[in-house]
């Protein structure tokens, strides 16, 4: 989810992120985003990523899921 704007044109390419919010256990990769992302790791799982201006909200089963902090 991203900041509130009036139209798209208000959108910072740059930091477009405000909050990530994941509903159960991630499944797939999320990439694209430098504020955020998900990646698989070598077991098979996924592990979650974000700066730390973007708050991560996590539902159902991802709650105990740690999220990594990545580098502004």
């Given at each position: 989810?991203?900041?509130?704007?009036?139209?798209t044109?208000?959108?910072?390419?740059?930091?477009?992120l405000?909050?990530?919010?994941?509903?159960?256990?991630?499944?797939?990769?999320?990439?694209?985003?430098?504020?955020?992302?998900?990646?698989?790791?070598?077991?098979?799982?996924?592990?979650?990523?974000?700066?730390?201006?973007?708050?991560?909200?996590?539902?159902?089963?991802?709650?105990?899921?740690v999220?990594?902090?990545?580098?502004?």
């Amino acid at each position: 989810m991203g900041f509130a704007v009036q139209h798209t044109g208000e959108i910072d390419p740059a930091k477009p992120l405000e909050q990530l919010w994941v509903f159960g256990k991630p499944t797939r990769p999320f990439q694209g985003y430098l504020q955020a992302n998900i990646v698989e790791a070598s077991d098979g799982t996924y592990a979650i990523g974000a700066v730390a201006d973007v708050k991560v909200e996590l539902f159902g089963d991802a709650a105990g899921i740690v999220v990594a902090r990545l580098p502004a």
